[in-house]
């Protein structure tokens, strides 16, 4: 008798984002590469950023809970425009506190979707304590999901490679563009995942102002006669565990 063929499962990317807008400014060109390859990208939006990222709503005279509303909405949105799932953990902000309930979350997610890759938060930025907080979480669930011996549902997982995506203030935050990709195939797909981002819409022109210079030094370190756009667009990530090859590329 002959095995019956079972199909491979798609490759998974896991994001784990701080608030409701950072994937989409930080790694929305990733993803939605990711997602255009028929992988299956989930997102872990640990607050809806709604204290600390939401001065919009407050100054029109918004109450708490129906700015979270907002920004929920907003963040379903752009994760749809982006073809990624969106997972909201309603941790609260400013700051985000770790707990062993939102650990547990956090390990389920992580042997529930079986990441192939891992994008969150580095390790530093001054100006917002609930990033390196984010950045914690997530490295702590990536070790407790591979542990056998750790209670929950779920198969284990292996170990994931991790990719840091950029903070807004890159020089303050010991951030340094290890990996350039490039998105400009679809980077009208993150522009208008942006744009669904109406309480942050001060961020638009700058992140694409950024993605423009990170194309700028993609094509730099790229070499000649690539074939490259002329407008090429990219993502900067730095990668904080050693990259595991057969050979040097």
């Known amino acids: ?113 079986q990441p192939d890759v891992v994008l969150t938060h580095p390790t530093e930025d001054p100006y917002n304590g609930d990033h390196p907080a984010a950045n914690r979480m997530a490295l702590e669930a990536r070790i407790l999901a591979q542990a056998i011996g750790y209670p929950g549902e779920g198969d284990i997982i292996g170990a994931p490679p991790v990719f840091y995506f950029e903070p807004h203030q890159p020089e303050m935050s010991g951030f340094r563009p290890e990996v350039l990709l490039d998105i400009t195939e679809v980077w009208d797909t993150k522009r208008r995942a942006m744009e669904c981002l109406g309480a942050q819409q001060h961020l638009w022109d700058y992140y694409t102002d950024l993605a423009v210079r990170r194309g700028v030094q993609l094509k730099r370190n790229a070499g000649p006669n690539l074939g490259l756009a002329h407008t090429t667009m990219a993502e900067a990530f730095m990668r904080p565990f050693p990259q595991i090859a057969k050979e040097l590329a």
């Open 1 to 113: 008798m002959t095995q019956a063929h079972v199909p491979a499962r798609p490759r998974s990317t896991l994001v784990v984002t701080a608030h409701a807008g950072d994937f989409v400014w930080r790694a929305g060109g990733a993803i939605a590469l990711a997602a255009a390859r028929g992988e299956t990208v989930t997102i872990a939006c640990l607050t809806f950023g709604e204290r600390g990222e939401s001065a919009k709503a407050w100054r029109e005279g918004r109450k708490l809970e129906e700015i979270k509303a907002i920004r929920r909405q907003e963040a379903e949105k752009a994760a749809a425009v982006l073809g990624a799932e969106v997972r909201f953990f309603d941790a609260g902000d400013y700051p985000l506190i770790a707990s062993v309930e939102l650990t547990d979350r956090l390990v389920a997610v992580y042997r529930e979707v």
